[in-house]
């Protein structure tokens, strides 16, 4: 392979490139069937005994692989929610979340090392974006977290550090890799992806056709409030947004759900409860037909950066009532992992101070 070329990573590859890369190095294109199923139970192709040592060390001088690192671990003793900080080949971390329901368990993932769209309320933001992660630390997320559990994740949540639609052509790929019947093989109706909203990057993912559920990060009803929470507003503002989740459910057929982090004395009043109503409604719903609108309520998550704090019991449950007096059905997210501050963002931050202090 020539010195400039960088290697293929081989959690990157896609069954045929992997028949390709066989083929280069003077192999059989079979190889790629025993292989790409053993990478994806996160053995390393020196812990592949059908390709014999030899071959083993030929694969590694053409191709690099690297499992992310669990470099910390926090287990909720309350509900038993599993915070990865994970460590990746050059030295950057990232962070998972494994939250267990009845149904199965899900991995809330990390696309982007860092993020840049700014969001004030977010830890994630803090600092700015460092790099995009590939499709196979995308995919190593997931199988790292598989491998440690001992246990099935049969959900995905990409609401991690970092805005996937950001990372556009990696996370395309890399849906395809996890959704891979020789692989983890979790179904595209098990995997959703959250957006602060990139209108363009949601008009390429409608033409994707694939079946996954797309949240909406919204926040605010109105570009004044949004605008000063959510950068990306001042690009998009509502009214684009919700033209363009239009356009997405016209297009697929699938249902978008909605984000809305409840900030108290910012955007959890009554008014503010009444105008998403009516913003929503007005933009998305019509005398003849109209898409299912459903509004997942989070009180924010208190970060020492910013002066946001949490919305009381009594402002979210009348927040909720409006909505639901409107015809939208609204749900409070139940706090997972409370006890080792769940949500993504955090951990990587203080790993990040513990290193520079």
């Not at 199988?143 to 995905?156: C, F, L, P, T, V």
């Not at 990696?170 to 020789?182: A, M, Q, R, T």
Request: glycine fraction near 8%.
């Amino acid at each position: 392979m020539d010195a400039l070329t960088p290697q293929p990573e081989l959690l990157s590859l896609l069954p045929e490139e992997l028949e390709q890369l066989f083929l280069s190095i003077g192999e059989a294109k079979y190889r790629a069937k025993q292989v790409f199923p053993q990478l994806h139970r996160g053995l390393s192709p020196r812990e592949m005994t059908s390709l014999g040592k030899a071959l083993q060390e030929k694969v590694l001088q053409n191709a690099s692989w690297h499992l992310p690192t669990v470099e910390k671990k926090l287990v909720s003793a309350i509900d038993g929610t599993v915070k990865y900080l994970f460590g990746l080949a050059d030295g950057h971390c990232v962070e998972s979340v494994v939250m267990k329901y009845e149904h199965g368990n899900t991995i809330c993932i990390s696309s982007q090392v860092g993020c840049r769209m700014g969001c004030k309320f977010c830890a994630s933001t803090i600092g700015g974006k460092v790099r995009d992660l590939t499709p196979g630390e995308l995919l190593g997320q997931v199988i790292a977290a598989q491998k440690d559990m001992g246990e099935r994740i049969s959900n995905i949540v990409m609401m991690g550090i970092g805005e996937p639609l950001d990372n556009y052509d990696n996370v395309i790929k890399f849906l395809h890799l996890v959704n891979h019947k020789d692989g983890i093989n979790i179904g595209y109706r098990h995997i959703s992806l959250s957006t602060c909203g990139l209108v363009d990057r949601m008009a390429d993912l409608a033409k994707e056709n694939l079946p996954i559920t797309l949240s909406i990060s919204l926040h605010a009803p109105d570009d004044e409030t949004r605008s000063t929470i959510m950068p990306i507003n001042r690009r998009w503002g509502v009214a684009e947004l919700l033209g363009a989740c239009r356009s997405y459910y016209a297009q697929t057929g699938r249902r978008i759900s909605f984000e809305y982090t409840l900030i108290a004395r910012k955007n959890d009043s009554v008014e503010q409860a009444r105008k998403l109503a009516q913003v929503l409604n007005s933009h998305l719903r019509t005398k003849s037909e109209g898409m299912p609108i459903h509004v997942n309520l989070i009180p924010v998550n208190e970060v020492a950066e910013t002066e946001f704090r949490r919305s009381g019991r009594d402002a979210i449950a009348a927040f909720a009532r409006v909505l639901e007096s409107k015809g939208i059905r609204a749900t409070v997210r139940r706090k997972l992992g409370a006890d080792i501050n769940a949500s993504c963002g955090q951990l990587r931050r203080e790993s990040m101070q513990t290193a520079k202090g």
